[in-house]
C-alpha cells in the first residue's frame, strides 16, 4: 500500500511525534509498504537546525521536505508558514496517488482539515491521528468558562473538526476519553474509532545508570513542560502542607510558563524540600526520573477529555509509579487503578498530601515494584507493541 504520512516536524526534528512517527513509518516499510513523508526542514519551537536534502531515502521512507521561511519573525510569520505547508501538501497530494493519506492534529483544526482535502485530492483514504482534541484543549486549558464570542468560535471550530473525523476512514485517539469527547459533539456516532496510545520514545532507554542514592528519602518528580494547564499549584500547596521532616521531596525537571510562579511560591513558602531542575535533553531527563520513586502527572479540571498525557508511559518506563492529580473517573486513573501502578486524587491540597503520604507508605517498601512497572510499561506502551497495534490498524485498510 502506498501511505502518505504529513507532518512538519518528522525525525530528526525534535518533538516527541517526530520520532514516534519516524519509528512507525519505517516499521510499515519494512513490511512492505511504500511510505512517503511530507516535512519540513527542522524547526521545532523556532529552533533552526542542519539544513536536510529536500529529497532523501530513509529508513526505507521517502522524505519530501518542503521549503518554508525561517520563523524569526513571530505569530504572522508562523502563520504564513502554516498555509505555505498545507497548501503545498494539497498540491503534492493532488499530483500523486496514494492509498492512504495520515495527518494528526497539529496544527490545530487546520492539519486535519487539509489532511481531510488532500486524502479527497489524491484519492485516498484518510487517518486523522488525533493527539489532542482542538478546539476543545483552549476551552479546557484557560481554566474559565467561555464568554459568548469564545463559545461562538469553540462551536465553529468544532464543527470543522468534526467535518475532518466523519471524513476519515478511521480516527485514531489515545484514550476512551478523548473518544467519548468526539463521538459526544453530535454527528459523528458513525465515525470509526480506534483506541492505540503512543508509545515510549526510543530515546528513553536504561542504559544510563541513574544517579546514586544513599538515604531513605521518597522523591517525587515531576518531569516535562511547566505549564498552565498542569495545575501545579495545587501540587506545591500540596507539599506546603507536608513536613520536610516527613522525608518527602518532589524536584521539577523542566521549564515553562508557570516556572516563574512556581518559583516564587517554593521561595516565599520556604519549602526547602521543592526543588527545580532546569529542562534538560530527554536522556538526561529520563536519568533523573529513574531515581525518583514517584512520578507525578497534573491537570487541570476535563483536561483528561481532550488529552492523554504522555509522561505516563516515561514514569512508568523509568520504573515508577504514579501519583496523577486528576479526575478519579478517568480512563487513566482506571488504568493506574486496575493495573495497581498508582494513585489518582482528586481535591484540595489536602487530598493530594494525604494521597502523596498514602504512596510512600504503599510503594517505598515493595523492592519488585520498579520491574514490575517497567515490565508493564512494555507490555502496554513499548514500541514493539505499539508497532504491532499500528500494522493491524494498517492491514484492515489492505484487507478492505
Not at 474509532?193 to 544513599?214: I, K, T, Y
Amino acid at each position: 500500500m502506498k501511505i502518505l504520512i504529513i507532518y512538519r516536524h518528522y525525525w530528526p526534528d525534535t518533538p516527541p511525534l517526530g520520532s514516534m512517527l519516524r519509528t512507525l513509518a519505517e516499521h510499515l516499510a519494512g513490511r512492505g509498504h511504500r511510505v512517503y513523508v511530507v516535512t519540513g526542514q527542522p524547526s521545532y519551537q523556532g529552533r533552526q537546525g542542519e539544513t536536510l536534502p529536500k529529497r532523501e531515502f530513509k529508513g526505507g521512507v521517502r522524505i519530501i521536505r518542503l521549503p518554508l521561511l525561517r520563523e524569526t519573525g513571530g505569530f504572522l510569520r508562523r502563520l504564513l508558514n502554516v498555509v505555505l505547508f498545507e497548501s503545498a501538501v494539497l498540491s503534492y497530494a493532488a499530483r500523486h496517488r496514494f492509498n492512504l493519506v495520515w495527518t494528526n492534529t497539529l496544527p490545530p483544526i487546520v492539519g486535519g482539515l487539509y489532511g481531510a482535502l488532500s486524502a479527497r485530492g489524491s484519492g485516498a483514504r484518510f487517518l486523522y491521528h488525533v493527539q489532542d482534541i482542538y478546539p476543545e484543549v483552549w476551552r479546557y486549558a484557560s481554566g474559565e468558562t467561555p464568554g459568548a464570542l469564545k463559545r461562538f468560535w469553540i462551536r465553529l471550530l468544532a464543527s470543522v473538526d468534526s467535518w475532518t473525523c466523519r471524513r476519515s476512514a478511521a480516527v485514531v485517539v489515545l484514550s476512551d476519553d478523548m473518544m467519548r469527547t468526539i463521538a459526544d459533539r453530535g454527528g459523528n456516532g458513525a465515525v470509526a474509532f480506534h483506541v492505540v496510545n503512543n508509545f515510549v520514545q526510543a530515546e528513553l532507554s536504561g542504559d544510563e545508570p541513574p544517579p546514586p542514592r544513599d538515604d531513605a528519602i521518597f522523591r517525587l518528580v515531576f518531569s516535562g513542560n511547566l505549564g498552565r494547564f498542569q495545575n501545579l499549584d495545587l501540587l506545591v500547596e500540596a507539599m506546603a502542607l507536608i513536613r520536610p521532616d516527613e522525608g518527602i521531596t518532589l524536584q521539577f525537571i523542566g521549564s515553562g510558563v508557570a516556572e516563574d510562579k512556581l518559583r516564587e511560591t517554593v521561595t516565599r513558602r520556604g519549602l526547602a524540600h521543592v526543588g527545580f531542575t532546569p529542562r534538560l535533553p530527554s536522556n538526561e531527563a529520563f536519568r533523573l526520573t529513574r531515581a525518583a520513586d514517584l512520578g507525578v502527572i497534573s491537570l487541570v479540571p476535563d483536561m483528561h477529555r481532550v488529552s492523554y498525557p504522555s509522561k505516563l508511559m516515561t514514569y512508568m518506563a523509568a520504573g515508577l509509579p504514579v501519583l496523577a492529580l486528576m479526575e478519579t473517573d478517568s480512563a487513566l486513573a482506571h488504568y493506574l487503578d486496575d493495573n495497581d501502578a498508582g494513585i489518582a486524587v482528586q481535591g484540595d491540597a489536602a487530598a493530594v498530601a494525604a494521597a502523596i503520604r498514602a504512596a510512600r507508605d504503599r510503594f517505598a517498601a515493595d523492592q519488585g515494584l520498579k520491574p514490575r512497572i517497567a515490565a508493564l510499561a512494555e507490555r502496554d506502551f513499548g514500541r514493539k507493541a505499539a508497532c504491532e497495534r499500528w500494522t493491524h490498524l494498517i492491514d484492515t485498510f489492505v484487507s478492505d
